[in-house]
């Protein structure tokens, strides 16, 4: 048989809600047009992320039960630890409550002010907390422009690494890091060559070399896919490749661990890892639960395992490409090739008549929830201003929660906002806070 389908069947369902055109208007109008400020319930099909967005599965359900509740020395926390270390190999497992958490630890620690981190792209809480501390977030993508069709347009520049390092020095970049998947580049993967390319440089530097790992299945299937020398290995073994080229990782456990919440700090650094150790107790919690509850640290143990089943990552990447061949057959205009966990819509070709000042990706994002009641978010000049290299839409796909007909409903609606592509206006800034203004920033039509 051709067909992929999901393979898992649906126990326990939540009803959506519709609503009708004209409370959708009130509610932009509400909204100040930011849909991060919408309530979720308003929403049909909420693209807006894949993070904390999965269904959990029978498996994590009955682990949750498992929790162990204690405040230090946890069973939970060896479950995961020891989950973690055969998967990663790194020898210090440190809990998060998530991603970030992670992020906020590792910078405050190795980043001072001056301080410069390169990676393939930086997303917009990894750039944040690096600013945070006075240091300088560098992207440094492959240059690629959103149609080619490269297998690893999430690679690093490697060149224009080496020329950073001889520019900066050393000793003023704490470490280098790799986004698997290049979530802001358009969810594409980066290669096995490519990371160990980076390796390469980073010993000869002596510069430590970090993974953003927040969806290294999805990453590890591409180069199954695409990169020949891997096409029998499991999709763990490639995983484990990947990391054993790292000395450490941050990691959202809300994507590539299905969990609702969770992160880790990963680290061979026995010296850094007290130090992380100790702020995290300060803000997080104890080593042995970092702000999560037991169950939370189940939840993720299983959910990394249940990750990478083939069956699981094949539907998962066959079902982000069907809904970015039927859209990008029809004319709209996608980053190419189709991602992992998201298709991006370059809005910026898709509608030449609104200038970037004037927010193309926000204006889509928009009109898909008018018309539709689709919440995506916008990934160009209102989330990185200066530092966009393209006006995006991102359409991101919650993991095991979707069906194909629920894709399907997508494609129309994208069709028919692109029949009316010219009528659609730009939008003002009206209000915006200093740090990650996407969040909450409030616009008018123009
Ligand atoms: N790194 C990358 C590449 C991410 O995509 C995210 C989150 C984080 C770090 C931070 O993780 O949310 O657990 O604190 N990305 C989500 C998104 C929010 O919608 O892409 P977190």
Not at 8 to 15: A, N
Not at 91 to 113: D, K, S, V, W
Not at 267 to 287: I, S
């Amino acid at each position: 048989m051709k067909t992929i389908i999901e393979p898992f069947r649906i126990k326990s369902v939540e009803p959506l809600r519709r609503t009708t055109p004209e409370e959708r208007e009130r509610l932009l109008e509400q909204a100040g047009y930011n849909l991060f400020l919408l309530r979720a319930r308003d929403i049909l099909l909420d693209l807006l992320t894949d993070s904390g967005t999965s269904a959990m599965s029978t498996e994590q359900w009955a682990a949750l039960m498992r929790g162990d509740e204690s405040y230090a020395g946890s069973d939970s926390f060896y479950r995961l630890k020891e989950t973690v270390q055969d998967l990663t190999g790194f020898r210090h497992i440190i809990p998060a409550h998530q991603g970030r958490a992670a992020e906020r630890i590792l910078f405050a620690i190795t980043c001072h002010p001056g301080a410069i981190v390169p990676n393939n792209s930086h997303f917009d809480t990894t750039r944040a907390n690096i600013e945070y501390r006075g240091a300088k977030a560098v992207d440094l993508p492959i240059a690629a422009d959103t149609q080619s069709r490269l297998p690893f347009k999430g690679n690093l520049d490697i060149e224009a690494l080496e020329r950073l390092i001889e520019s900066e020095g050393a000793l003023n970049i704490p470490l280098i890091m790799i986004t698997v998947t290049n979530n802001s580049g358009g969810g594409q993967p980066v290669s096995m060559a490519n990371i160990a390319q980076v390796r390469e440089i980073a010993s000869r530097h002596g510069i430590p070399l970090y993974l953003d790992a927040c969806r290294f299945a999805e990453n590890a299937w591409f180069i199954k896919q695409r990169e020949s020398e891997y096409k029998d290995w499991t999709p763990k073994q490639i995983a484990q490749k990947m990391f054993s080229l790292a000395d450490g990782c941050t990691f959202s456990a809300k994507k590539d661990a299905f969990a609702n919440i969770g992160g880790l700090l990963c680290t061979n650094d026995d010296r850094l890892a007290e130090q992380e150790k100790d702020l995290l107790t300060l803000t997080e919690g104890f080593p042995t639960y970092g702000g999560l509850a037991g169950r939370d640290l189940d939840a993720m143990a299983v959910g990394l395992e249940e990750v990478l089943q083939p069956d699981y990552l094949e539907y998962r990447i066959a079902s982000t490409a069907y809904l970015g061949r039927h859209i990008a057959d029809h004319g709209v205009p996608i980053v190419e090739p189709p991602g992992g966990h998201a298709i991006y819509i370059d809005a910026g070709r898709m509608l030449p008549h609104i200038p970037r000042h004037q927010f193309p990706g926000q204006s889509l994002a928009v009109e898909l929830y008018r018309h539709a009641s689709i919440r995506s978010v916008e990934i160009g000049s209102v989330m990185f201003g200066e530092n966009a290299r393209h006006e995006l839409l991102r359409l991101a796909i919650p993991r095991r929660v979707y069906t194909q007909s629920h894709i399907d409903y997508l494609v129309e609606a994208i069709l028919e906002v692109n029949e009316r592509r010219d009528g659609l206006r730009g939008f003002e800034i009206v209000s915006e806070p200093k740090y990650l203004r996407h969040f909450k920033a409030t616009f008018r039509p123009v």
